[in-house]
């Protein structure tokens, strides 16, 4: 662990808190948590780019936005423990790939783009999905294979969509869901759509052959195309440092610009993907590198400490959680107090348990979808 901890600075401490937190323009007053009067507010870190300018660390936000990100994260972090225990209750069967401590990735993304932006993301896709508009409901009904499910509970936890908001996936092949959101990118450029698409990957996807040759076709035809790499330092049980020569992913690209983007701060995502798609509507492909970390194993069967120690998870969410960082704010601004926070999260916790009890009620979809979804409609089979 040694070795990992010299080749990985993210693991220090960042900047002091008070002076992060404490507002630039904005003189200390009581704010309203539904108030839309801007707030400016300074990155935790600053962001690190290759062959581009990088965005500016000051970014400008609202008490009403950060209630909703503390919100947001919130109902994540809860609906992810409530799968935990489910998948130990043997209710949710097969892979499971939990999203706790990359929250902010996806919140901060969704906070900087409309629903005509496409998303499509690897197989720990549960959050992206809540963010893009889906609900509790139907995903806790596709974790446990039912009929009122994302997927009418065929597709599981690796396989959530929603192509009403954009959202293509939930993919179990390392890496193949890259190429298909460079086609999305393609199917935009063709339509003369003035929107872009994200395609999210790990770090352990990050050496795939198929990646630089999508990435190579969207930049020859300038594509509104952003890569994500959530960077969560281990692909499965392996350092990033033992898989990849250069880890510096954002700089993967050569000849595609990229930015590096603190993925544990909301603020900083949403700054970066917003100033990411700007870009690629004029431009072509970016890449981003989301510095983040996730709190469980790779996937349920993984107990996530046999290659890392128990040291350094608490470490990370002590010094670099992301829904704390958000508490702080919301209390340094004194947005709102202890009291009201906790109170939320016991409503979150009850509106998980409501949602998982609705999901339970769906029944297992019946034997006719086995032939469902499966060709193009009028061309399949039909059961007799």
């Known amino acids: 662990m040694t070795s990992f901890l010299h080749h990985h600075r993210h693991l220090t401490k960042p900047k002091s808190l008070t002076t992060l937190l404490r507002p630039i323009t904005t003189p200390f007053r009581q704010i309203s948590s ?22 500016s660390t000051t970014v400008s936000t609202s008490a009403s936005e950060l209630m909703t990100f503390f919100k947001d994260m919130a109902l994540m972090r809860r609906m992810e423990i409530a799968a935990d225990s489910l998948y130990k209750a043997k209710l949710i ?12 990735v996806a919140v901060g993304m969704e906070a900087a783009i409309t629903k005509t932006d496409n998303i499509i993301t690897a197989y720990r896709d549960h959050c992206i999905y809540l963010a893009r508009g889906g609900t509790l409901v139907s995903a806790f009904a596709e974790l446990m294979g039912r009929q009122d499910g994302c997927s009418r509970g065929k597709g599981g936890s690796m396989h959530f969509y929603r192509k009403d908001f954009g959202f293509y996936g939930g993919h179990g092949i390392v890496g193949a869901q890259v190429p298909l959101g460079i086609g999305l990118a393609f199917a935009q450029k063709y339509n003369k759509e003035e929107a872009v698409s994200f395609a999210l990957y790990g770090d352990g996807a990050a050496n795939q052959g198929q990646l630089f040759e999508a990435l190579n076709m969207a930049a020859l035809w300038d594509l509104p195309a952003i890569l994500v790499c959530e960077n969560n330092h281990y692909g499965m049980g392996t350092a990033e440092w033992r898989a990849a020569k250069s880890p510096a992913y954002y700089k993967r690209g050569d000849y595609v610009p990229g930015l590096k983007v603190d993925g544990m701060d909301v603020l900083a995502v949403k700054q970066a993907c917003a100033y990411a798609k700007d870009y690629v509507l004029k431009n072509g492909p970016i890449i981003l590198e989301m ?63 409501e949602a998982i009890a609705k999901a339970k009620e769906s029944p297992m979809p019946d034997t006719k979808e086995l032939f469902t979804n499966i060709y193009v409609k009028g061309y399949g089979a039909e059961v007799i």
């Open 34 to 55: 539904t108030s839309t009067e801007t707030l400016e507010i300074e990155t935790s870190i600053p962001f690190k780019s290759h062959i581009i300018e990088p965005p």
């Open 93 to 104: 069967r097969g892979f499971c790939h939990l999203y706790d401590g990359q929250e902010a």
């Open 291 to 353: 510095d983040t970390y996730r709190y469980h194993g790779h996937s349920m069967s993984d107990p996530g400490s046999t290659y890392r120690t128990r040291d350094e998870i608490s470490g990370i969410r002590q010094e670099r959680d992301p829904i704390e960082r958000v508490k702080k704010l919301l209390l340094t601004h004194d947005i709102a107090t202890e009291k009201e926070l906790k109170d939320y999260e016991k409503v979150v916790r009850k509106e998980v348990d």
